[in-house]
């Protein structure tokens, strides 16, 4: 597999667009925490960094190296997450386009908007080019790929602090054997998706908040 390149930026870089923002979300799938999205703008023409690529394909020291390099390298970045309750209330992807629209209104003023994915028509964006498999394409999205991942998975390390059964500084939220078996134990958080829960427990044992807090 090769490595992102910048083919989709210097088409618009050619054009005499210089402010071309990439964007991918992290945490879709997960049972726990938000949905969080990155916006990362380049400056034109940048040399990419070695080793940058989809996130998932890196390992957890190698992101937090990249993390802190691409932080160094772009003009701006922006974070935009949408929380547990709106996942339950509008369903996860309206979720996720929140949490990009937020991440995008961070790096305000952007030129053109790469975003890694296919965009339904319930989509909010104008001047945005979508990309299936963009963080193995574009070297913007895997740069926001990785910003995304390194910051989620920060966030749900420091949760794991006061909710240290559900392992998630290892599972970051996601529904692993060890996560789903300390649900049917203890009960979901205030911090899990109910409705992401509906088919994993029973109703009778769903409870509002997690009774046995630590930290």
């Given amino acids: ?6 083919i989709y930026e210097q088409t618009y870089w050619r054009q005499g667009y210089c402010r071309i923002v990439g964007v ?6 997960c049972l726990a925490g ?20 989809d996130s998932k ?5 190698q992101r937090s190296r990249l993390f802190a390099e691409i932080c160094n390298q772009a003009i701006a970045i922006g974070i935009g997450s949408a929380s547990v309750r709106e996942i339950d209330q509008v369903n996860i992807l309206q979720a996720t386009y929140r949490a990009m629209a937020r991440a995008l209104a961070r ?6 908007a790469l975003i890694d994915g296919k965009l339904t028509k319930t989509a909010p964006f104008a001047k945005v080019t979508a990309i299936v498999g963009g963080d193995r394409h574009s070297y913007t ?3 926001a790929s990785i910003i995304a991942k390194v910051w989620r998975d920060r966030l749900m390390a420091g ?3 006061h909710y240290p059964q559900y392992g998630w500084e290892r599972n970051v939220g996601y529904g692993t054997p060890q996560h789903r078996q300390a649900l049917i134990q203890y009960g979901p958080t205030p911090w899990h998706r109910q409705s992401f829960l509906k088919s994993l427990l029973h109703p009778d044992s769903l409870v509002q908040c997690h009774r046995r807090r630590v930290g």
Avoid: F, K, N
């Fill in 57 to 61: 394909l890196l390992s957890g020291r």
């Fill in 159 to 161: 949760l794991a602090r």
């Fill in 24 to 29: 991918d979300e992290v945490g879709r799938g």
């Fill in 1 to 6: 597999m090769g490595l992102p390149s910048l």
């Fill in 34 to 53: 938000p949905v969080v999205a990155a916006a990362v703008i380049l400056p034109v023409d940048c040399v990419p960094l070695p080793g940058v690529r």
């Fill in 107 to 112: 790096v305000a003023p952007w030129d053109h």
């Fill in 141 to 143: 999205i895997a740069c």
